[in-house]
């Protein structure tokens, strides 16, 4: 069983800067991607990011230059670097892990609120 465990949220003022953490454990393998949710109140759950095994990334429109998407396969830890924050991007993230190149995300995290104040 996988498991994930986000960190790094908190409460940031628009314009500034946070970064969030997945770790991964139970695998042994590598999976194909990690990818990052996010879910504001009253709202959907929706794509932010994911990156493959060997570094390819996909952004949402919204977040495109602001948000970088990395990952540590020697530390099964992927990460989300978020910058220039608006209160717009205030939500609870999620990561995810596809393990194999299905387009399905068969592990969640138990996620992590982000508050942007503006």
């Known amino acids: 069983q996988v498991q994930l465990v986000e960190s790094g949220g908190g409460l940031v003022q628009a314009g500034g800067s946070l970064r969030l953490s997945c770790a991964a454990s139970g695998r042994t393998f590598r999976s194909y991607a990690l990818g990052w949710f996010r879910q504001a109140p009253g709202k959907e759950r929706e794509f932010v990011a994911a990156?493959?095994?060997?570094?390819?990334?996909n952004y949402a429109e919204s977040v495109k230059g602001r948000f970088t998407v990395s990952r540590d396969n020697a530390k099964n830890t992927a990460y989300l670097q978020m910058n220039t924050l608006k209160p717009e991007d205030t939500a609870v993230y999620y990561c995810?892990?596809?393990?194999?190149?299905?387009?399905?995300?068969?592990?969640w995290g138990q996620g992590t609120q982000v508050t942007v104040s503006a």
């Open positions: 990156v493959t095994w060997d570094g390819r990334t």
């Open positions: 995810a892990d596809q393990p194999y190149d299905s387009g399905e995300y068969d592990y």
